[in-house]
């Protein structure tokens, strides 16, 4: 079980849009966060994970997206979360009742 | 004669780790009851010590179980999910939501203790997985420091600054919300971590 991520930037690159394929776990999750962190500079308004192709996050995963919302916040600029599959949606929405984690503030953010 | 209720009060009386001890304490008691009469037999004692403690699978009872044991590191993870998914192939109750469940709890409870149990990646930690009619059982063994995920979610999992320790405890969250019941049991040096998922009915 492995993550591959294509990244491309979009409208002069203020959208950085991150492709996320395959099972983003215990063992992915520390390289996406190695390659997030690198990537959010000023000037990015909104990351865009898309999840079409995810097969499984794990709370190693949610750590690397929340930790990833924040930081853009804090920068000005927000999160959303693609296509995300039912099996994926399951998980955010058990997490959701955290009050901690209110990264997101409404489902239009969730997807696109 | 000195009889069993003579020898079951002395056992009791003496209480002892030490089996040699314990097997010595029934002989004097023997001895005195005799005062100097001679043995007209001889005397045999077997002294059996069980140091195991029962696994808490007996206590949930499944009928059949099947045992594995992974070295104490992340990059096993995917060893653990694919022989869970083929124990539940193998029993046929491999229904997407419960693979996809067990796998999220399986890796929460198993990272959980790679990183808090303070055990070495040459260590293991042994896993159980158990079925009966109406529920899967799955059972984690390791011999790291005392540690109750039950009990104390983990402030901190990721980094050391607080934003990242405000969702340290995600993992168990999870575990909670995905399981019908959870088991922990300190005993013979080991943690054990049970957890109880209903099958559809």
């Known amino acids: 079980m492995s993550l591959s991520t294509t990244f491309a930037e979009e409208q002069g690159g203020e959208v950085l849009r991150v492709s996320l394929v395959g099972s983003l776990d215990g063992t992915t999750a520390p390289q996406l966060d190695t390659d997030l962190t690198a990537r959010i500079r000023s000037g990015i308004r909104l990351l865009v994970l898309d999840m079409k192709r995810l097969d499984y996050i794990s709370s190693a995963g949610l750590r690397v997206v929340f930790k990833a919302a924040k930081a853009l916040r804090a920068a000005g600029g927000s999160v959303a979360l693609a296509n995300r599959q039912p099996h994926i949606v399951k998980v955010f929405e058990i997490v959701k009742a955290l009050p901690d984690l209110q990264f997101f503030t409404n489902d239009q953010e969730m997807d696109e | ?201």
């Open chain 2, 1 to 201: 004669m000195f009889g069993h209720d003579r020898l079951a009060e002395t056992l009791a009386a003496h209480v002892a780790n030490d089996v040699r001890a314990y097997g010595e304490s029934v002989l004097d008691a023997v001895k005195s009851f005799a005062a100097g009469a001679s043995q007209s037999d001889d005397i045999t004692i077997v002294l059996l010590k069980w140091d195991g403690a029962p696994s808490m699978l007996a206590e949930t009872q499944p009928s059949s179980t099947s045992a594995r044991r992974f070295p104490a590191r992340v990059g096993e993870l995917n060893s653990l999910f694919q022989w869970i998914e083929q124990w539940l192939r193998e029993h046929t109750i491999a229904s997407p939501e419960l693979v996809s469940d067990l796998r999220l709890v399986a890796e929460e409870v198993f990272l959980n203790i790679v990183s808090y149990s303070g055990l070495s990646e040459q260590d293991c930690v042994q896993v159980v997985l158990g079925r009966d009619a109406s529920r899967v059982v799955l059972e984690f063994v390791d011999r790291g420091r005392p540690w109750n995920p039950l009990e104390q979610a983990p402030e901190v999992t990721l980094g050391q600054s607080t934003d990242d320790a405000t969702i340290g405890g995600l993992g168990v969250f999870l575990v909670h919300y995905l399981t019908d019941d959870r088991l922990y049991r300190r005993d013979d040096g080991a943690n054990r971590f049970c957890v109880l998922k209903n099958l559809p009915t």
